[in-house]
């Protein structure tokens, strides 16, 4: 059985975060190995509250996972954890959703975090998994006057591919991806927006490519299989 390293944050109603995560993980029969990075009180309405775990003990879960085909990083709290993370992740194809907020909208990681992660973290992305607003939040932070040059900024970061997800576009009556690589192509992926409220597609997404990747996919097959299982999910509000 395949293993996928899962970090983030617990979600205690059990829709998003590593809750999704593990959820995704064994709906595509692979095995999830998990280090916690902060233990949060979070539902629908938002985030209660949360408990950061040290960075030494967020490392040494990540050290405890032994071997793993392939990582997803979620929730990463702040810089320090970030380090810690960078430090002691092993080599395998990596996803990276830059959580910035909680579906709800409370702030998940701040300025010297996001910092972090772009330094640290993106230059060794398979693939980043950016929604729209934290793309934009990206391009401010590097600078970037626009989309594209933030884009090619993370590009030049060393990112290998950018997953750009269109679930905050609500006033289209589909939802789009795309997928940018370095070389300057893009493929879009589009299918109608669906009706219903559901807590955590970005997490499914990012766990579902990590699977997909584990399994030897492509990136486009990946991204294919992995919007399938939204879909799915839309079609039960599970
Ligand atoms: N209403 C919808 N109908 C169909 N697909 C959707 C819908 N909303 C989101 N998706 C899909 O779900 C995936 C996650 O995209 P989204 O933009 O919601 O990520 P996200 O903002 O990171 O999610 P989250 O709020 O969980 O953090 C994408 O493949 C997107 O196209
Ligand atoms: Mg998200």
Known sequence: MRRVLLVGGTDSSGGAGLARDVATVTGMAAHPCIAVTAVTAQDDAGVQAVHPVPPDVVAAQIRAAGRVDAIKLGMLVNADTIGAVAAALPRAPLVIDPVLRSSSGAALLDDAGLGALLSLLVPRATVLTPNLPELAAIADRDGAPDHSAARRALFARGCKALLVKGGHAPDRDFCEDRLY???????????????????GTGCQLGSALAVALAGGAALPDAVARARDGVARRFATQA
């Not at 690589?181 to 807590?199: C, E, I, K």
Request: glycine fraction near 16%; hydrophobic fraction near 30%.
């Open 181 to 199: 690589l370095p070389d300057g192509t893009m493929r879009r992926f589009r299918g109608p927006r669906l009706a219903g409220t559901l807590r």
